[in-house]
């Protein structure tokens, strides 16, 4: 048996060689998911002027990819439990990948929506397994680091896909081949190998890793057990998965997921297409330009994770987060160009800091047995946002000509997602439970909740 001060020892240098390894490893693979999710934003204008591909269609076959998404995440995410996260993250990878590449033959209308249906479909299950492998290694009190840091690597994929699509898109003709083919060809074939890579450095469980000791592995397995049975012990042990599926919070939870990604991907597929209004612009300065709001929300995302491992309540972070996002947003649409993309970086390092703070609450709230499928549920339904938000503004650029109304629609969506924030409920720390836990024999406590 390993003393209390050797198994704290051993769970803290665990911790740290995770950090080392594992998470490095998730965030290239993030990374390169990141390029291959925004890398039609750069491609619009030469989609339309190759491939005859309009404004509401780009925005329809931008969504199309998260229909998809939607209905295969949950079957992806129970065949993730079935063959380990090392088999099916790389899986993951190696298909959306090839998926990816081919997009640099599209040729009509119908194959563009096709190949990203099918690109959602390859991608499906990717974040939950991700989020799911956090908690299966991760001690609660640190999980929260983890998210914020894995998730400010998407923001970091997004400063650097900018610049990334600008000098791809440059190569017109090289060797007989378009800008936008070098951009789809590159970025797929990367994702090809480094999912092959992954699959020999990446563990499906704790006891697979040679990079811990037998004390590490036995302290770190403990901890984790340790959480769960306190979770457990505070249900009372009865649950059932599908009712808790079914839950209203469940589903408030995916409302307000809905509302941050619906910014962050009306971000991602039309950005460019603001930042082209500022005049003088070129292919490669509007790749530069539009990396600057993400970079902000790196930033601004690295001071929200050191917040939220301090506060006992996350709820008012990603209150004060979705508000700043609304806030930008709004400024944005009356503003000039210019300012616009002030604003813009503003809203962005609001809905960005959004998304690990939120990602906490289901982590820390849910039970050990619906955690899985429970963030399926939550990300697939919260990731429609992600149809909504390039069809509709698709659709009212077309109408319109002007992605104007669509910012004003983005930042009502964040105000009421804060509203929304209000009626979420958190789980105490396991510890508190367990420190208020009635002695043997004592009448049963109900375990209390945050309002």
């Not at 490095?24 to 989609?47: E, F, K, T, W």
């Not at 009865?238 to 589903?251: A, C």
């Not at 649409?333 to 800091?353: D, E, H, I, N, Q």
Request: with cysteine.
């Amino acid at each position: 048996m390993q003393s209390v001060d050797t198994a704290v020892t051993d769970v803290a240098t665990a911790m740290k060689k995770f950090f080392r390894r594992v998470l490095p490893i998730m965030l290239v693979m993030l990374v390169c998911n990141q390029l291959n999710r925004s890398n039609i934003g750069y491609a619009q204008d030469h989609l339309q002027a190759d491939v005859g591909i309009g404004a509401a269609a780009y925005g329809f076959g931008a969504g199309l990819f998260f229909i998809a998404y939607a209905i295969f995440e949950l079957p992806s995410n129970v065949m993730m439990e079935k063959y380990g996260a090392k088999v099916w993250l790389t899986r993951i990878m190696i298909s959306w990948g090839i998926v990816s590449f081919l997009m640099a033959f599209v040729q009509n209308e119908m194959m563009f929506y096709v190949l990203r249906f099918l690109l959602g479909a390859a991608e499906a299950g990717f974040f939950p397994a991700v989020i799911f492998y956090f908690a299966r290694w991760v001690p609660a009190g640190q999980r929260g680091k983890a998210t914020a840091i894995f998730i400010a690597g998407s923001s970091v994929a997004a400063a650097l896909s900018g610049p990334i699509a600008g000098l791809l898109l440059s190569l017109h003709d090289v060797l007989g081949l378009r800008g936008w083919q070098w951009l789809f060809g590159f970025e797929g074939a990367l994702s090809v190998a480094v999912g092959i890579t992954v699959f020999f450095f990446l563990e499906a469980r704790i006891q697979d890793a040679k990079w811990l000791t037998a004390g590490e592995k036995s302290a770190l397995t403990a901890t984790i057990d340790e959480e769960d049975a306190q979770h457990t012990k505070a249900d009372g042990g009865k649950v059932n998965r599908w009712k808790m599926l079914l839950n209203p919070q469940i589903l408030l939870l995916c409302g307000i997921y809905f509302s941050v990604q619906l910014s962050i991907y009306a971000n991602t597929f039309w950005l460019p297409t603001i930042v082209k209004q500022i005049p003088g612009t070129t292919d490669l300065s509007v790749g530069f330009l539009s990396s600057i709001p993400w970079v902000c929300a790196v930033f601004a995302m690295y001071f929200a994770a050191k917040w939220q491992d301090r506060a006992k309540s996350k709820r008012p972070l990603l209150v004060a987060a979705l508000l700043v996002a609304a806030v930008g947003t709004l400024a944005a649409a009356v503003a000039t160009p210019v300012l616009a993309l002030v604003f813009l970086a503003v809203a962005a390092m609001g809905f960005k800091s959004a998304s690990p703070l939120f990602w906490t609450i289901p982590q820390s709230a849910l039970h050990p047995l619906v955690l899985a499928p429970a963030i399926a549920i939550i990300n697939s339904l919260g990731n429609l946002g992600g149809f909504v938000a390039p069809f509709g503004f698709g659709i009212i650029k077309e109408q319109t000509g002007s992605v104007v109304p669509g910012l004003f629609a983005l930042a009502a969506a964040s105000t009421v997602a804060a509203i929304l924030v209000y009626f979420l409920k958190e789980r105490k720390p396991a510890s508190d439970i367990a420190e208020k836990a009635p002695a043997p024999g004592a009448a049963r406590m109900e375990p209390s909740t945050a309002k």
